[in-house]
């Protein structure tokens, strides 16, 4: 159980900025909000993770309701490379580094 | 640095035979974990590994399976007697505790027929 909902699919196009919203209304305080994506062909890749504050890294930035019952993952820039499924994940303090993952996002960028 | 490294890349073989997949972790991590990936059930963990030693098996879905990591840089993920429905794509990821990232490879891509 990933505990997080997100769409399963979006659309953008490319060098708009994007979008991708996840809600984990059941987050404990020491839960992590994590985020992965998987291209074509390949393993998952880490993106981003934050636990109360935004977050700003060369890949994207992660921001965080207040509540933390939601996030949201900012592509500030999307181009054809970013097109992939997107991941968010929901890992608690206590589980090691365990990462439970959910359907995930698939992004579509058009040209 | 190399990251995760994964082998066979491919495999395809016949129902009934004995696979076998290994992996090599990133030198220093303690972590190291097994997943699935199919289109039906998406990325499941299979079990995972702190400082070589199994601490999570439930996602192993039957006796079949079994993994072994007899050393801090290597692990492997057998199946026997293999089916089709074992078909997916198993990926080696492994992580280091106090970081947050876990680094996957590229995956092996195994075909029952």
């Known amino acids: 159980d990933a505990k997080t909902t997100q769409p399963n699919s979006m659309e953008s196009n490319e060098e708009e900025p994007v979008h991708l919203p996840c809600n984990h209304s059941t987050i404990s305080g020491t839960d992590y909000i994590h985020w992965y994506r998987q291209l074509p062909s390949q393993g998952p890749e880490y993106v981003i993770h934050g636990l109360t504050s935004n977050v700003n890294n060369r890949m994207a930035s992660l921001a965080i309701a207040e509540d933390r019952k939601s996030s949201t993952l900012i592509l500030h820039r999307a181009t054809l490379r970013d097109a992939a499924v997107y991941y968010c994940?929901?890992?608690?303090?206590?589980?090691?580094?365990?990462?439970?993952f959910g359907g995930g996002t698939r992004l579509m960028v058009k040209p | 640095d190399a990251g995760v490294i994964q082998s066979p890349r491919h495999e395809v073989t016949e129902m009934g035979q004995e696979v076998t997949l290994r992996c090599k972790p990133i030198?220093?991590?303690?972590?190291l974990f097994w997943y699935r990936q199919t289109m039906m059930r998406g990325l499941e963990l299979l079990i995972y590994?702190?400082?070589?030693?199994?601490?999570?098996d439930s996602g192993m879905p039957e006796d079949r399976f079994s993994a072994k990591m007899p050393n801090a840089s290597f692990s492997t993920l057998k199946i026997q007697p293999s089916e089709p429905r074992d078909s997916a794509v198993y990926f080696c990821a492994s992580s280091l505790r106090g970081q947050s990232l876990a680094y996957f490879g590229e995956g092996s891509w195994l075909t029952v027929v």
């Open positions: 030198s220093g991590h303690d972590y």
């Open positions: 994940i929901r890992r608690g303090n206590n589980a090691g580094n365990m990462l439970t």
């Open positions: 590994f702190n400082n070589n030693v199994p601490i999570d």
